[in-house]
C-alpha cells in the first residue's frame, strides 16, 4: 500500500539548514505531485511546496528563495532543503501526494528553530 516516511526534521538554530526526505512505497513517486506542508499547533495543514512529474515547482510565499524542493525518481525520494530558517518555520511537516483517487499523508517530522 501506499506509504510515505518522512525524516530529517530535528532542532536547528536561526540561519541554519535542514534537509526534509519523504521516502514513498506502494507507488512510484514519477508520476504523481509530491507535496511539502507543514503545521503548526492546531491550526491547518499549509502547503510549503510542491513538484509535479516534470519536476516543476511551486512554493509558498514563506518558502520562496529559503526552501527548495526535489525529488529522486530512483530513490523514490523527495526532499525540502531549508535554508535561512527562521522561528516561524517550527512545525511539523508532512509529505502529501494524491493517488488513485486519495490523499496520502506521512506522520510528519517535528522541525523545531530556536536558540
Known amino acids: 500500500q501506499v506509504q510515505l516516511v518522512e525524516s530529517g526534521g530535528g532542532l536547528v538554530q536561526p540561519g541554519g539548514s535542514l534537509r526534509l526526505s519523504c521516502a514513498a512505497s506502494?507507488?512510484?513517486?514519477?508520476?504523481?505531485?509530491m507535496k511539502w506542508f507543514r503545521q503548526v499547533g492546531g491550526k491547518e495543514r499549509d502547503l510549503v511546496a510542491e513538484?509535479?512529474?516534470?519536476?516543476?515547482?511551486n512554493y509558498a510565499n514563506s518558502a520562496k528563495g529559503r526552501f527548495t524542493i526535489s525529488r529522486d525518481n530512483a530513490q523514490n525520494t523527495v526532499y525540502l532543503q531549508m535554508n535561512s530558517l527562521n522561528p516561524e518555520d517550527t512545525a511539523v511537516y508532512y509529505c502529501?501526494?494524491?493517488?488513485?483517487?486519495?490523499?496520502?499523508w506521512g506522520k510528519g517530522t517535528l522541525v523545531t528553530v530556536s536558540s
Open positions: 506502494g507507488f512510484t513517486i514519477n508520476w504523481y505531485v
Open positions: 502529501n501526494t494524491f493517488v488513485s483517487g486519495r490523499y496520502y
Open positions: 513538484i509535479d512529474s516534470g519536476s516543476r515547482t
